[in-house]
């Protein structure tokens, strides 16, 4: 989780009744290159904080002020930001500061993290009114960290924010209006969107990816109408929800042909200490057939587009299990086929076991993205073809699958828009 900063010229939270919309503005020099946290401080004077609230962006005041929307909020009693981050160093501080003198800001997840604890000390009720707006989003089922569903639902949304991530497109302007399930349920692709019922009626005849398998007749697809680049996303299970023992991700780079292969792994808590995964026969089996997919040809033709570093297109993702359902990234680190199974270390009563925080060499989600989005990892060739062929055959028969085609478009060095324009989509 990040919280964003907002200071405002009136303090609008002090007069108006919690819970009615306000909208505030900002001189646009000051706009963030990232969208602004959903949940924001708020405060009227410099270095003191006395509010938090959810807030979205809603465009151009004028043309020299941008407009953000308040649709719910709190206060509370205030206390001083800067004694807050007094104990922040290095490059944190320097971030928290520069967003703390400015009008409007974000704070690191670090710098989130340290704030929080602070509260939680020196600040409970402002912590408690945080927390709550945090979470009122947050159905009570997603945010049970020992829930099974709660991680499968976590994991595919997980995916999907990758993947827009891959495609640069910005992630929170994509998923906006999204809207959890009161119950445990798949990822809805139809409540990702901001579209309204009639919409996707309107467009429901669309030419899906030639690889995908026929029995997938739904998805969504974000696309950033500046850059031209687009994310396509369909969700394919086999079983219901209570009979999967976890999730699997597919993405697919079309200015590449190239397929990239992710496995979710839950770590869990089993005393005070860090939690740990314990490799089992279900695992054993997934790397063989893994295994059996990178060890197809790829190709040898030297063409530019076909190049890659290492032969590994297939990737376990260890999440940690202790953090809650949030707008960003899932903390975890990512290994890819050879390397992971070496990380595993004998535990006190001789079985195998990966202990979350002590492996010294991982791949972090920037890493990931950057190495898929630039082709250096991913299937080639035949290999892509073998892909194509397992997913026909069923990838993953006990797992939920969520398909990713991404286009980078033309202009791939440039940064997002902050645009997208999303839509349903239905085989005809």
Known sequence: MEL?????????WHEHPEGLGVTDSFPAEDALSRSLPRVVLLSSKDGYVDGVALARKAGYADTFRRRIYFDEWKKFTPFDIWLALQDLGGPTRVAASRAVSSRVGRFTRTATEHLLEWLSEHGEEAAAAIRNLAYREVPEWLQKVDSVDAHSYANQLDGLKVGLGIAGIDRAAALETLQHPDQPDDLRLDRVTNLYEDQVVNRDVHEFPDWLPQTTAFGAEFEDPVT????????????????????????????????????YKRCRVESKGPPVYRPDSQLKSELKRMTALESVSPDKSGKPSELRLGGSFCFTKLCDPRQPLEPGLSVGMYFDLRYFPSVATLGERGGFRIVYGEVSRYVTNTTFSDLVAHGWVGSSGEQSEAVIEAMEGGLAENRSVLLASIRLGDDRRGRSSGHVRARVLARP
């Open 228 to 263: 031209g680049r687009r994310l396509q996303t369909f969700l394919a299970n086999k079983l219901p929800l209570e009979k999967r023992t976890g999730a699997d991700i597919i993405y697919f780079v079309e200015e590449f042909n190239s397929f990239v292969l992710v496995q």
């Open 4 to 12: 964003g900063w907002f200071r405002s010229e009136h303090p609008w």
